[in-house]
């Protein structure tokens, strides 16, 4: 299991930029499937992006894709989101979350999220 403590949030203005910052604790964070979910206000939680433990990335909105990259640090147990060129829709609380191969998303570890705002 992991522990998950996002951070890097916070306001910006449109076309700014932030990187959104995930510490996990635990030796098996390498071996984990990360990602990246963010749920706006009076919305459901979406998929962001991920990326596996050989780095491999996803990304499930198309609005974030050429701007937002996913990226991991095993040595330091740390998933990034880079966001860039940031728009006030992207504004919602971030979430880390990190599953084992095999597992879904519902049953993945979650950290407690970070607000990002936008402003226009």
């Known amino acids: 299991q992991l522990q998950l403590v996002e951070s890097g949030g916070g306001l910006v203005q449109t076309g700014g930029s932030l990187r959104l910052s995930c510490a996990a604790s635990?030796?098996?964070?390498?071996?984990?499937?990360m990602g990246w979910f963010r749920q706006a206000p009076g919305k459901e939680r979406e998929f962001v992006a991920l990326i596996t433990s050989s780095a491999t990335t996803a990304y499930g909105v198309d609005s974030v894709k050429g701007r937002f990259t996913i990226s991991r640090d095993n040595a330091k147990n740390t998933v990034f989101l880079q966001m860039n060129s940031l728009k006030p829709e992207d504004t919602a609380v971030y979430y880390c979350?990190?599953?084992?191969?095999?597992?879904?998303?519902?049953?993945?570890?979650w950290g407690q999220g970070t607000q990002v705002t936008v402003s226009s």
């Open positions: 635990g030796r098996i964070f390498s071996s984990y499937i």
């Open positions: 979350a990190g599953r084992p191969l095999g597992r879904t998303w519902s049953q993945a570890d």
